[in-house]
């Protein structure tokens, strides 16, 4: 089933994401891939960024990153998208976590490639630095 495939695959970037492999994510990404975040930036006011034309650099500079984790709490598939509802965490200079609560939305061309992508979150939770704890209330009861 392609949905299984599907899952795999957005499991698998996200694990290229943590370890800072760009060209394993890129392998899995097509040629006219777009990540769009559901948001006003935080810095810009842009509304609904998108990554630029060339998202190839920009990779490199989001995969440096060290220390990011992803904590996945549900995922669905089907034959043609993703959804995965998850906590993003990493340490900030002075070692003190980030922690995003998201849910991404990825889309697949008929190759099995992402081609699109929605990353769906509210930027002031990240500045926050919840505590772990706070953060799974939100996944209890």
Not at 33 to 39: F, V
Not at 78 to 103: H, I, N, Q, W
Request: charged share 35%; aromatic share 10%; net charge negative.
């Amino acid at each position: 089933m392609d949905s299984d495939k599907n899952l795999r695959t957005a499991l698998e970037i996200l694990d290229d994401e943590v370890r800072g492999d760009v060209a394993a994510a890129l392998s899995k990404m097509s040629d006219d891939y777009t990540m769009t975040w559901m948001y006003s930036a935080p810095k810009t006011g842009t509304l609904f960024p998108r990554t630029k034309p060339d998202f190839r650099a920009e990779m490199k500079e989001v995969y440096k990153i060290e220390g990011r984790r992803y904590d996945v709490k549900n995922a669905v598939a089907s034959d043609t998208a993703v959804m995965v509802e998850m906590v993003e965490s990493y340490p900030d200079e002075d070692g003190k976590e980030f922690r995003t609560p998201l849910v991404i939305v990825l889309e697949f061309d008929a190759a099995g490639k992402i081609r699109k992508g929605r990353h769906y979150c509210d930027p002031n939770i990240s500045y926050l630095k919840l505590e772990k704890s706070q953060i799974d209330q939100a996944f209890s009861g």
